[in-house]
C-alpha cells in the first residue's frame, strides 16, 4: 500500500548514486538536487567520500533512519541491501530502478520474490523493480526527463513503462498538460497500476485532489480492482483515460466455438473500460489530446461552433466532428445577422463562422459571446486562430483566456501556429491554458470523450433465476458440452425463453415428436459441434414420411447420439454468448446470429453482471441495428426481450460460474418477442 514516506518522505537515500549523470543513480540525485528537495539526502556508494557535493555512506549499514530509498545497483546486489534498510533503518518505501528480476529470468523472479517479502515483513512500499522513479510536488525521484511543473491539481500518471511514461509527457507538455504525479510501476513486483489507482481513489479529496488520471498499462492483472476504482473515482467527479497495448488477436487461441473466437482478452477489456468509464486511447497523442479536453468544463451536447480564420482546419474539423456523430448546426436568423454586421465583408456566420485572415480580437469577442448568449442551438465553442507570421497575436489569446475564465460552454483553444507564434503560444499556456495544435486530433479526441459512457451502478439489479435448479444441472454434470435436457433445464431455471423441443433416438418418437410440435419442423443432429457442416440440420419437414427418413440419414452422421427437433419458427436470426475470460470473470456477447456471426462478426460485448441499459446500449451501437428496427417492410424485433435475454444470460453465469462458454444462435426474433432456438453449453469446473 502507498504510504507517506513515498508520498512526503522527510528522508531519501541514493543506494549507487554516481558523479555519473549518464547513469539512473547520478542522474536520479542530480534531478532531486536541482528540483529541490527539501528533506535530508544520503547517498550510498562504496568508492567515493562525496557525490555531487553530498558526503557519501561506504554502505547502507552506515546510514541514519531513512523514510525512501531509491536503488539503482545490480540487481543481485539488492535484496540484502532492501533487508538493511527494511530490518535496521526503519526504511518503509522503495523505489528499486534496478533491471534483471523476473522480466530477465528465473533467478532474477527469485531476487523479486525475497525483496517483496521482505518490504512486506514490515508492512513497507514498492514501486518497481525495473521502473523510472517517481515523482511528485514533494520531490523528483525518476532518472529521466522532462520534469514537467508539478502542480497538486495537474495530472496524475501511472505508467507500467517508463519509456513510455517519458515520450507521453513529451508530447502533452508542450501543449500546457500539467502533471501532479507520475508513477512508473515497472514489474510491478509489489504493487501495479490498479493498486496505485486504489490509493488515488481512497485517498480522493474533492478539495485538492487532482480530477484527471491517465494510465498505461500493458497487462491487466485485477481487472475487478480496476474496474472499482476507476468508476469510483468517476462517480466523485474525476475523469480517466487509458492506453491498453498488446490488444491485437495475432496469436490467439484456437476456440471451439463462435463466442470463443470473438471474445478476446482486448474485447474483455474494452468491456472492462466501458462499464467503468474509462476513455480508452490507442496512442501518446490521443491520451494527451483527451487529457487536454478533460482540463475543460464536460461537454453537456454534442453541437459544437467552430470559429476561425483559417478555412481549411475548419473543414477538417467539420469533418473530423460529424463523422464522429457531433453536430456543427447552421447558424441562421436575426440573432446571427445582428453578428454579421459587427464582422469584416466576406465573413460568414453560417457555421463555421469564418470572420477572415483580418479578423481582430474584438471580432472574436464578439462571436463568442453571440455563441455562449444568443445561441441556443450551440453546446461548445472551438477556436481556430493561428497566424501566417505577418503580427503578434497576444490581443487575440489573452482576449481567449479572459472569455474562456467567463463563459459557462467549453471553449476549446486550437492555435496550430507553433512556430510563427510559439512566443504568444507560451504566453497563452503559461496563465495555465492548454493547447490543441491539431484540429482532426482535437475532434476525434473530443467525439471520443462524448461518447464514453458513464460508469455502470454499484449495485446491478440483475433479473430473478432459479438458483436451485441451475446449481442442481451445473453440479451434477461433468466437463465439457451439457446434454440438450440439461441445457434446456438452464435456460427454463434462468428465464430464457425457447423453442419447444424434443430429442430422440428412434425413428417412432421422431415421427411421433414432430406431429406434437406440430409441422413443419427443423430436424438436427445432437453431438456434432457444427451441424451445417456435416449436414446435420434440416429444414421445414411437413410430414411423417420425410421426418422418418431424415431421421434414419442424420442418426448415422458421425458423432451423432440423437436427434432435436424444433417447430419452425420465423424472425431476425439473433445472438446471445458468453465465454469466460481469464481474470475478467464473463464477457456476455449479442449480435446477428446464425451465419452472420461468422461473416460480419457484428458483435459487441459487456462484462457480467450487466444491466438492462448496458444490454440496450451493446443492441444499439451494433453496425446491423437497423436490421432491428426494420428494414423494406420487415417488422421489427423487440429489442427490450432481446436486452432481457442479455441480461438473463449474464444473471445465469453469475450463478454458474463454471459455465465456461455458452451460444445461443440463433435466437429467432419478432415483434413480440425474442426466442432461443439452439443453445449449447460447455463447462469447465
Do not use: W
Request: glycine content about 8%.
Amino acid at each position: 500500500m502507498i504510504n507517506n514516506q513515498l508520498l512526503n518522505p522527510r528522508s531519501i537515500v541514493v543506494v549507487g548514486g554516481s558523479d555519473d549523470i549518464q547513469k539512473p543513480g547520478g542522474k536520479v540525485l542530480k534531478n532531486l538536487i536541482d528540483h529541490n528537495f527539501k528533506g535530508s539526502l544520503y547517498v550510498v556508494n562504496p568508492k567515493a567520500e562525496t557525490v555531487q557535493g553530498i558526503e557519501a555512506h561506504k554502505d547502507v549499514a552506515a546510514l541514519p533512519e531513512v523514510d525512501l530509498a531509491i536503488i539503482a545497483i545490480a540487481a543481485k546486489f539488492c535484496p540484502a541491501t532492501v533487508e538493511v534498510l527494511a530490518k535496521q533503518k526503519n526504511t518503509r518505501a522503495f523505489i528499486i530502478l534496478s533491471a534483471g528480476f523476473h522480466e530477465e529470468s528465473e533467478e532474477g523472479a527469485r531476487l523479486e520474490e525475497q525483496i517483496v517479502a521482505t518490504i512486506n515483513s514490515v508492512n513497507g512500499c514498492l514501486i518497481g523493480p525495473n521502473c523510472v522513479g517517481v515523482m511528485n510536488s514533494n520531490y523528483a525521484g525518476v532518472f529521466t526527463t522532462p520534469i514537467p511543473v508539478l502542480d497538486p491539481k495537474g495530472i496524475d500518471f501511472i505508467s507500467g513503462s517508463g519509456a513510455t511514461a517519458v515520450y507521453i509527457m513529451e508530447t502533452g507538455i508542450p501543449n500546457g498538460l500539467p502533471f501532479a504525479s507520475v508513477y512508473s510501476v515497472g514489474n510491478s513486483a509489489q504493487m501495479g497500476v490498479e493498486d496505485v489507482l486504489e490509493y488515488l481513489d481512497n485517498s480522493f479529496d474533492p478539495q485538492s485532489s487532482s480530477r484527471v488520471k491517465l494510465l498505461y498499462v500493458e497487462s491487466i492483472n485485477k481487472p475487478e480492482k480496476l474496474l472499482k476504482h476507476a468508476s469510483s473515482l468517476i462517480r466523485k467527479g474525476c475523469k480517466i483515460a487509458a492506453i491498453k497495448s498488446g490488444g491485437s488477436e495475432a496469436g490467439s487461441r484456437a476456440a471451439s466455438s463462435h463466442t470463443g473466437a470473438l471474445a478476446s482478452s482486448d474485447v474483455a477489456v474494452e468491456a472492462l473500460f466501458r462499464k467503468a468509464g474509462i476513455v480508452r486511447c490507442n496512442g501518446r497523442e490521443e491520451l494527451a489530446t483527451v487529457a487536454a479536453v478533460f482540463l475543460h468544463p464536460e461537454l453537456q451536447g454534442k453541437r459544437v461552433a467552430i470559429i476561425t480564420h483559417a478555412g481549411g482546419p475548419a473543414v477538417m474539423l467539420t469533418d473530423a466532428l460529424s463523422n464522429n456523430k457531433l453536430e456543427v448546426p447552421s447558424i441562421t436568423g436575426p440573432k446571427a445577422q445582428a453578428l454579421l454586421s459587427k464582422l469584416f465583408a466576406g465573413s460568414s456566420v453560417a457555421n463555421p463562422i469564418d470572420f477572415l485572415a483580418t479578423g481582430t480580437a474584438e471580432q472574436l469577442g464578439h462571436i463568442i459571446d453571440a455563441c455562449e448568449n444568443d445561441f441556443d442551438n450551440i453546446d461548445a465553442m472551438a477556436v481556430i486562430f493561428g497566424s501566417p507570421g505577418l503580427f503578434p497575436v497576444y490581443d487575440v489569446y489573452d482576449l481567449l483566456d479572459k472569455k474562456m475564465g467567463e463563459c459557462k460552454k467549453p471553449i476549446y483553444p486550437i492555435l496550430p501556429s507553433i512556430i510563427n507564434v510559439k512566443d504568444e503560444i507560451a504566453h497563452f499556456l503559461a496563465k495555465g491554458r492548454v493547447n490543441f495544435p491539431d484540429e482532426v486530433a482535437f475532434g476525434n479526441a473530443l467525439a471520443k470523450v462524448y461518447h464514453t459512457p458513464k460508469p455502470v451502478a454499484q449495485n446491478i439489479a440483475l433479473p430473478k433465476v432459479d438458483e436451485k435448479a441451475i446449481r442442481n444441472v451445473i453440479d451434477n454434470a461433468p466437463n465439457g458440452y451439457l446434454t440438450p435436457e440439461a441445457v434446456q433445464q438452464l435456460l427454463d431455471a434462468a428465464g430464457i425463453t425457447r423453442a419447444g423441443e424434443a430429442v430422440v433416438t428412434t425413428r417412432e418418437d421422431a415421427v411421433k415428436a414432430a406431429k406434437q410440435l406440430g409441422f413443419p419442423v427443423v430436424m438436427k443432429v445432437v453431438g456434432p459441434v457444427h451441424k451445417s457442416d456435416v449436414g446435420g440440420v434440416v429444414l421445414n419437414v411437413k410430414d411423417e414420411e420425410t421426418a422418418a427418413h431424415e431421421f434414419d440419414r442424420m442418426i448415422q452422421i458421425k458423432d451423432t447420439t440423437a436427434i432435436l427437433l424444433q417447430p419452425m419458427l420465423s424472425g431476425v436470426e439473433l445472438f446471445v454468448g458468453a465465454k469466460r475470460e481469464d481474470k475478467f470473470g464473463h464477457m456476455v456477447l449479442c449480435g446477428l446470429g446464425g451465419i452472420f456471426i461468422e461473416v460480419l462478426k457484428d458483435v459487441n460485448a459487456g462484462l457480467a453482471p450487466l444491466t438492462k441499459e448496458e444490454s440496450l446500449d451493446m443492441i444499439h451501437r451494433l453496425k446491423g441495428y437497423k436490421i432491428l428496427q426494420g428494414v423494406r417492410g420487415q417488422e421489427p424485433v423487440n429489442e427490450e426481450h432481446f436486452a432481457e435475454m442479455v441480461t438473463r444470460v449474464s444473471a445465469l453465469v453469475k450463478v454458474a460460474p463454471e459455465i465456461f462458454e455458452m451460444d445461443l444462435n440463433p435466437l429467432l426474433g419478432r415483434k413480440e418477442r425474442v426466442v432461443a432456438v439452439d443453445a449449447r453449453i460447455r463447462i469447465e469446473k
